[in-house]
């Protein structure tokens, strides 16, 4: 498994960082990129003082202690010259967590200012697979337009809205279910959270 992952600057840190802790214990790579307020929200969320990919890589593995099997490349999110800006390189998926309204605006439209855009826009010209985890409430016309747009390009929305029948205990808990929703969609078995049996 070879995965594209942005953090744009919406609140909803939790979710990346269980993802990413998740993705830790997955044999595959994963490029990476933040933008600066998905860094300052990283930091206000969990009290702690990042400034780059390589901080929150190293709280997530502190924190949690996952097993290593992936490997993380760093990327810089306002170098659109990077390998992931362009549609010769290959991965099988892209997923943006969590993801802002402007970054949602953005990729809808087609700009690409960022390493993020960037990557998003190839990954849906190149027609791999593109999830998106909005975390906003509640969405105004425009949201709901530009969201509907990324799902008119080929994008799956997953918004960032946890279940509750496996009956979470910690906030953790609802950070792994849209984790193993999103491996779910990979194609990859998760076990984060029980699955619904009737």
Same mark, same amino acid.
């Given at each position: ?10 609140? =909803?840190? +939790? ?8 993705? %830790? ?20 969320? %969990? ?8 901080? +929150? ?23 659109? =010259? ?14 943006? +967590? ?18 993020? $855009? ?20 509640? %969405? ?11 799902? $008119? ?24 279910? +849209? ?20």
């Amino acid at each position: 498994m070879k995965l594209v992952v942005g953090l744009a600057g919406a609140s =909803g840190s +939790i979710y990346a960082a269980r993802f990413l802790r998740a993705l %830790y214990e997955l044999e595959g790579e994963t490029y990476i990129t933040a933008s600066p307020a998905a860094l300052r929200i990283f930091s206000e969320e %969990y009290e702690t003082k990042v400034e780059s990919c390589e901080e +929150i890589l190293s709280f997530v593995e502190t924190k949690w202690k996952p097993q290593t099997k992936h490997r993380f490349h760093v990327r810089n999110f306002f170098d659109i =010259g990077s390998d992931i800006a362009s549609g010769s390189n290959t991965w099988d998926c892209m997923v943006v +967590i969590p993801c802002s309204m402007k970054t949602v605006a953005s990729m809808s439209a087609g700009l690409t200012e960022n390493l993020i $855009e960037r990557a998003a826009d190839v990954t849906l010209k190149e027609r791999r697979r593109l999830i998106v985890v909005p975390r906003e409430t509640p %969405y105004n016309r425009i949201h709901l337009k530009n969201l509907l747009a990324l799902d $008119e390009a080929g994008a799956i929305i997953l918004p960032a809205s946890p279940g509750f029948y496996q009956m979470p205990k910690t906030l953790d808990d609802l950070g792994d279910f +849209i984790a193993g929703r999103i491996f779910s969609l990979l194609g990859v078995n998760q076990t984060l959270f029980p699955k619904w049996l009737g």
